[in-house]
């Protein structure tokens, strides 16, 4: 679960690992729209986001069972939505910082509410780290290409012109006088 803010190959790094144990994975992204994230830093579009998911998914198929978009970081939205895509949560992974958030929602499902996910006894919460998303975040901000392919999987470097150009929009950026 996450932005995917942009995709970068530590995600992809992480789904290969799960697909070693055994497992496949199902990116479940936040929308930014319904959140209501703050302006002050730049993000992806929702709709920018899903078409990257989506090329992902289309080019990582052993790996990767698909995604879905959640409208708020909620565990139990998120349980409810892949159960309705036929899949089966055994792990949720999150961004490094967030484990406490969604441990304390699984808490307040399983134990005050009355085991209301039924999660198996084996389900864990983990948290990953991502070091390339200050590298790719600094490609964007540096608008550098190709810094930005060193630290994204090759399937998403066709939407640099996209997430390039949402990034000059928010900063209010004149395509005219960047340079490459």
């Known amino acids: 679960i996450g932005n995917f803010d942009p995709f970068n190959s530590d995600h992809i790094r992480i ?5 070693e144990e055994g497992n496949r994975v199902l990116f479940a992204h936040v929308s930014h729209a319904k959140i209501g994230y703050s302006q002050k830093k ?12 989506a090329s992902v998914t289309a080019n990582n198929k052993d790996i ?12 139990g939205k998120l349980f409810s939505t892949c159960r309705r895509n036929n899949c089966e949560p055994t792990e949720l992974i999150v961004p490094e ?9 699984l808490y307040m499902e399983e134990q005050v509410l009355g085991k209301r996910l039924y999660t198996g006894k084996d389900f864990e919460i983990k948290e990953m780290k991502t070091p390339a998303y200050t590298k790719v975040r600094r490609a964007i901000e540096d608008m550098d290409f190709t810094a930005f392919c060193k630290v994204t ?21 004149n395509p005219s006088r960047v340079q490459n």
Request: with cysteine; hydrophobic share 35%; proline share 5%.
């Open 153 to 173: 999987p090759e399937t998403i470097h066709g939407f640099w012109d996209n997430i390039a150009s949402e990034y000059r929009e928010w900063a209010g950026i």
């Open 64 to 75: 990767i069972a698909g995604y879905v978009v959640i409208p708020y970081h909620s565990i």
């Open 42 to 53: 730049y993000q992806c579009s929702d709709n920018l986001v899903e078409k990257i998911l």
């Open 97 to 105: 910082g967030t484990g406490p958030n969604y441990m304390s929602q």
């Open 15 to 19: 789904a290969r690992k799960i697909s």
